[in-house]
Structures are given as C-alpha cells and as structure tokens.
C-alpha cells in the first residue's frame, strides 16, 4: 500500500538523517585516521534501527557504556591469558554468555549495556587472536581502542543528527496507545456488565499485551527531546493504574461468569440496574468525585448485610459490591491520571512532582530458563566457532565466531529468532553481490570523500527507509553490516578477490551456526512456558503467606499483567489461547491479587482475633507444594478459610470487615468456585 502525506514525508527524512549522520561518522572517523571508519557507519544505521529520538539517545547512552566495558574486559583480559589462547576463547564464550543472560534478566533500556559488551568483546578480540605475532603489549589496547572510538562516533553522530535535524518524539505514539488501551479497556468493562461477552480472555490478554508494550517503550521517555520527560512518572503511574484495571476487570469478569453458571438467580434486576448505570458513566461521564461517590452510595444501598446467620447468597453479592466499588474507584483513578497527564502537557514545563508512587520496571517478569538457554546458545556458538577457525586453521576463519555471536546477540531478545534469522540470513546472501559491485566496480574509481557519499546513496537511503517498515525486521540494518564489513577490505587498498570470498564464505558460516543455535535453544513451547509462569504464581503465593509485610497491589498488578502479556506474545491461533485457557492462569493471578489484599487486612484482622495467619501459612503451603504436584486439590484449605468466614460474620458490620469478607469470598471462589459456604 502507498504510503502519501505527513507518513511518506516522516520516512524520507528518517532515512535522510540516517544517511547525514553515516556519512558525518565516516568523513570524522577518516580525519581522525582510525583505521576502520566504516565500523562507525554500521553503528549508525544500528543504533538508529527506532526513529524516535528519545529512544536513539536512550540507547546511545547505553551502548557507549557496554562498547567502553567489553574493551576494558580485552586489555585486562589478553595480558593474563597471553599464553593461553583456548582458554581465552573459552573465557570470552563465558562473558558473551554471562553478558547475555544478564541483558535478559533486564526489561529497560539498560539492557543494552550487556548486550553491548557481549558481542563487541567478540569484536575486538577474535580479530586480535587471529594471528598471535600481532599479540604485544600494545596490540589489545590499540585495537580496543580503536573500536571504541569508531563505535562510539557512530552512536553520538546517530544521536546528535536524530536529536538536533527535526527530532521525533514518542508523544503521539505513546499516548495515542494509552488512550487506545483505556477506551478497550472501558468497553471490555461494559460488556461484562451488560451480559455482551466476547470470546472469553480473549480482551484481558490483548489488553495487558498492549499495555506492557506502552509501558516498555515508556521506559525511553525520560530521553525524549519534547516536554514529555518531565512527566514521566505520572505516565508510568497512569500505566500501573492500568494495569490495576485489567485486574479487577479480570476477576469480575471470573466472577460474574461463576455467577452466572452457579446461582444465575442472583443478580436480579437492581443489581443488572446498577451494572448498567456504571456502564453507562464509564462511556459518558462525567469523572468527577461526586459523580463516582453517587454510585458508591447506590451500591452501598443495595448491599445486603451479612451476619452470623445470612445465606451464602448475601456473601455472593457482598464480593460482587466490593468488585463493583473497585471499579468504580479504579476508573475513576485512571481518568484521574489521564487528566494530569494532558495538564501537564498545556503547562509546558516540568511537572509538579506527584503524590504517588509508580511501579519500578523491575519488578516486571524474567524468564531465567529461556535467557539461560539463549545465553548457552551465544557461547556455544563462540565455542562452536573458534573450534572450527582454530581446527582448520583457516586465515578469516575469525569471522565464524564473530558472526555466531553477533546473531546470537542480535537474536536474543526476539520471540520468534528463527523466521528472523533465517531471513537476515537470505539477505546476506542476496548482499553478496551487491558487495562485488561495490569493491571493484564502485569504490575504485572514487576519489573523493563527496564521490564515496554518492556512491553509497542510492543503497543506504534505500535501507533507511526500509529499516523503519516493522515488517523487514533488523535485514536493513543487517544488510548494511555486510555491505560495511565489506567496505572494510578496502579501507588498506584493493582487496584480494580469494580473501574476499573466505571472508564471505565464514561469515554465512558464523551465521548459520548462530541462526542454528538460537533456534534449536530458544524454541518456546507454549504449554511450558505457561507452566513456568503459573509456577512464577505459585511462587509468588507461597512467599505472600510468609511476607512480613502486605506487597504493593499495584506492583502485583503491573507483574500479573506482564505475565499475561508474555502468554499473549506466543499466541499464533484461537487454539492456542483456548489451551492456555485450559490451564486456569488467571485463578492463581486472582488468588494472587487477594491473598495481597488479605495481607494487607492483616493488622486489623488480628486485632479482633480472626485467625487469618494461618489460613496464609496453609494457603502458601499449598501451593508451595503445587510446584511438585500441578494438580493438587486445596481441600486443607477449605476449614479454615470458611472459620475466618464465620468469625468475620459474628463481627459488627464495618468497612475493614466487609474488605475482608470479601477478599476470602473471591479466595473462595477461585478456589472452589461452585461450592457454596454453610
């Protein structure tokens, strides 16, 4: 489909600056004589892969941070195993792994420090071990030097050309999607309360997908070049809020649903009344405090009390109250933040710093077993590779190591790194002779730094806009790497046509190896990982029955949601998420959000001799044993869960203890959902 207007004039000026900013890194880095200027080109179109200016200096920032760690680790590290070359391999196969894993178990920009410093080690030191007579004292530090300088006029001409030459900024995106999520959100929320249910799930795990990927590239707005910056927290705070809708939405929907198919004479026509009066005020308003509060009292009136001798009913509906007041209040808290966020942005200057407080990034889910197999996958291929170069004594046989753990590297945070690599692997090959045409057709008869500008134009203005159409992937920017790594033979003369086609021939090969391995290691079963994060719920439930104190409910929210979301990336069909649907997820998150709840009750339970401690220890045993048998029923949870009951019964009717009624009700009914309480 054409592309016209504003979208077509944004990528040819995307592309634009990338060209200026390689070609300002290769006439600097040619007047600095470094000795390979067009590292400082592939840095550039790698750096400038997003063309948002927040996230290119994010990035920069980082990556120049990870560049100048992996050539500290070389010149330390070639001293000491001077005279042990394998056992520098094998080091360096350890720290691409480490470094790896490490990049995995981080979910902000900072990532790109270790990732960094794993493949731009490989970089610097297999090119040095090619050959041990280049191996004095010098050599390391030269040669790490010269890449960190190379690398690092690479990324601070990519970041100063996107920052200064009509900076992008992520505003509209960013908000437009938040804005998109909350509008999904409150329509998912009036179909629940109206009886119009889509597919079931099928809303909540669009909905914390769309959510955790606003919140991720939220993650760069603290670098952006407009206004946005200064109100970053109340963004992410916004986001948590989110977060917490998706949540209660979640459980009153699973609610409702057991309502419906247990005691469908429940909810009778005052209750469906008020259902649709909060319908209504979540699409038309108005948001205001006593608008919000009015509902609150209309749902109070309608609550029955419950006491020693009320019927399993009225504590049915007591929880459907307590879910209903939740949403209100959490609506009303999201329109709220969305509010301060467009004052904010009238206002144009920084923000008064907020009351509260937003969820920290890490507490987002890590998948230690997938980074760790990838990780073993980046140093097997450093290993694998070195293997084959020292085996067979082959003169470029150091670029199959370098390009195994470049893939790698580049691969490792991808969901699905086979099709990808597999793709940038055709477009290696259809870059061969792409290169030929440019070493002995092009570049010998350039003479001048402007007749070297126009005979990469055409090509790397082609890749620039390439590189901004999410459905190519990293190939554009792949494809200028080769073309780079190419050019390099040239930077010392012509180059020699059998040194051309071994460095060509090992570089498929490191490429191969890499695709290989990261595709066998990284392959996702989806019914293993749903296992692994239902055991990441079971985990966390132990250890609330054993907090010393209650955890934060949004920080619980913004994880639960980002567990969902990871599901939800894995999903290729309607089957999948109907066997996922099968294994019950979102009861353990539920049970989850209320035993956080209970936690946080506690205190006051204590206070009036309700034996709740208890009931928390058992219900964390209980699924601290669930790690070894799946299928564990939590009968032993039933007595004292149902005494907790009938004690808050017996007490005067309050606040604190309606919230608590109620959190052991929704325990209840995530639990035994169709077993009524006597």
């Not at 077509?8 to 470094?34: D, H, Q, R, T, V």
């Not at 913004?558 to 290729?572: E, G, K, Q, W």
């Not at 309050?654 to 077993?675: E, K, M």
Request: contains cysteine; proline residues 5%.
């Amino acid at each position: 489909m054409l592309e016209l207007g504003p979208v077509l004039f944004e990528n040819l000026l995307y592309s634009a600056k990338c060209f200026a900013a390689a070609m300002l890194a290769i006439y600097l880095a040619l007047k600095m004589g470094l000795p390979k200027p067009f590292w400082a080109l592939t840095t550039v179109y790698v750096v400038s892969a997003q063309p948002f200016s927040g996230i290119i200096r994010s990035r920069s920032l980082y990556r120049m941070i990870g560049t100048i760690i992996a050539a500290i680790a070389i010149v330390i590290g070639v001293p000491l195993f001077f005279n042990y070359r394998l056992l520098f391999l094998i080091v360096i196969a350890f720290w691409v792994g480490g470094c790896i894993y490490l990049s995995l178990m981080d979910r902000t920009p900072r990532s790109y420090i270790f990732r960094l410093a794993a493949y731009t080690a490989g970089i610097i030191a297999f090119p040095l071990l090619q050959s041990p007579d280049i191996m004095s004292a010098s050599a390391p530090f030269d040669q790490a030097l010269s890449r960190v300088e190379e690398i690092i006029l690479g990324i601070v001409c990519a970041a100063v050309i996107h920052t200064v030459v009509f900076p992008r900024s992520i505003d509209k995106i960013l908000l437009s999607g938040l804005d998109n999520s909350f509008s999904y959100a409150l329509q998912w929320l009036r179909g629940i309360l109206i009886n119009q249910y889509l597919e079931k799930g099928r809303q909540r795990l669009k909905l914390s997908q769309d959510v955790t990927a606003s919140r991720l590239l939220a993650t760069h707005v603290p670098y952006d070049p407009s206004s946005l910056r200064w109100y970053s927290r109340i963004i992410n705070i916004f986001h948590d809020r989110l977060a917490l809708l998706i949540m209660t939405g979640a459980e009153l929907e699973e609610y409702k649903k057991n309502l419906e198919d247990f005691y469908p004479e429940l909810i009778t026509y005052d209750w469906q009344k008020m259902n649709d009066e909060i319908a209504e005020w979540s699409k038309d308003g108005p948001f205001t405090h006593e608008r919000s509060e009015s509902l609150r009292e209309k749902i109070r009136a309608i609550t029955p009390r419950v006491h020693a001798g009320s019927p399993w009913n009225h504590y049915l509906l007591l929880h459907y109250a307590v879910l209903l007041h939740k949403t209100v209040n959490i609506v009303e808290s999201c329109h709220h933040w969305r509010e301060r966020i467009e004052t904010e942005r009238k206002n144009e200057k920084p923000a008064r710093k907020p009351s509260a407080t937003s969820v920290s990034n890490t507490f987002l889910q890590t998948e230690k077993k997938l980074a760790f197999r990838t990780a073993l996958a980046a140093a097997l291929g450093t290993v694998i590779g070195s293997a084959v170069w020292i085996i067979s004594g082959w003169p470029e046989g150091y670029y199959i190591p370098t390009y195994a753990c470049i893939i790698c590297c580049i691969f490792a945070m991808i969901d699905d790194p086979a099709s990808n690599a597999k793709g940038a692997f055709k477009s290696i090959l259809v870059m061969a002779p792409i290169c030929i045409l440019y070493l002995w057709l092009a570049l010998p008869y350039t003479n001048s730094f402007e007749m070297l500008c126009l005979a990469l134009a055409p090509f790397l203005l082609a890749m620039g806009y390439l590189t901004i159409k999410p459905a190519h992937g990293l190939r554009p920017s792949l494809m200028v790497a080769a073309l780079s790594g190419m050019l390099m033979a040239y930077d010392h003369g012509i180059p020699d046509a059998d040194a051309f086609f071994n460095s060509q021939l090992a570089q498929l090969i490191g490429m191969g190896l890499g695709i290989v391995l990261i595709t066998v290691l990284r392959r996702i079963d989806l019914e293993k990982m749903a296992y692994y994060l239902a055991e990441a719920c079971w985990v966390e439930n132990a250890s609330i029955g054993q907090a010393a104190k209650p955890p934060s409910i949004h920080t619980l929210a913004v994880r639960m949601t980002d567990r969902i979301s990871l599901i939800v990336s894995h999903l290729s069909s309607v089957k999948d998420r109907q066997r996922i649907s099968s294994l019950h997820l979102i009861r353990d998150i539920l049970t989850s959000m209320d035993m956080a709840e209970l936690k946080r009750l506690e205190t006051f339970l204590d206070e009036n001799k309700i034996p709740v401690e208890p009931l928390l220890a058992t219900l964390g045993d209980h699924f601290r044993q669930k790690l070894d048998n799946p299928s564990r029923s939590p009968e032993e949870i039933l007595a004292p869960l149902d005494s907790c009951l009938h004690k808050l019964a017996e007490m005067e009717n309050s606040i604190p203890r309606n919230q608590a009624i109620s959190t052991l009700v929704g325990i209840r009914n995530d639990l035994f959902p169709s077993l009524a309480f006597t």
